[in-house]
């Protein structure tokens, strides 16, 4: 089965940059590919997917223009370049693949992501 290790998380400053990585253990390079972020108590929310390809990506509205999704499929990796950080980004963030190969829509909801990593946490202090 395929493994998703998530890196690159910390405690940052507002207004800071962080850029986290996924690496697949297998060949995901066919499959959309999300971002994830869970809050302390609360429910688990999609922030970016990617198709397949590398474009097109989509954003949740309270990152857009802040945080950059993006994929190199001959590393099976995706990262998420994270600017102009605030605290409320603070949370763990995790890495899924789509249930399904070589869809053309990028599902912002957990059903629609078979696998997941086990999550990298990201503080942002004020």
């Known amino acids: 089965q395929v493994q998703l290790i998530e890196s690159g998380g910390g405690l940052v400053q507002t207004g800071d940059s962080l850029r986290l990585s996924c690496a697949a253990s297998?060949?995901?390079?066919?499959?959309?590919m999300g971002w994830f972020r869970q809050a302390s108590g609360t429910k688990r929310d999609f922030v970016a997917g990617?198709?397949?390809?590398?474009?097109?990506?989509y954003y949740a509205d309270s990152v857009k223009g802040r945080f950059t999704i993006s994929r190199d499929n001959s590393k099976n990796s995706v990262y998420l370049e994270m600017n102009s950080l605030k605290p409320e980004d603070t949370a763990v963030y995790y890495c899924?693949?789509?249930?399904?190969?070589?869809?053309?829509?990028?599902?912002?909801?957990?059903?629609?992501?078979?696998?997941w990593g086990q999550g990298t946490q990201v503080t942002v202090s004020s």
């Open positions: 297998e060949g995901t390079g066919t499959y959309v």
């Open positions: 990617i198709i397949w390809s590398g474009d097109p990506s």
């Open positions: 899924a693949v789509d249930t399904h190969p070589f869809r053309t829509t990028i599902g912002i909801r957990s059903g629609d992501y078979a696998l």
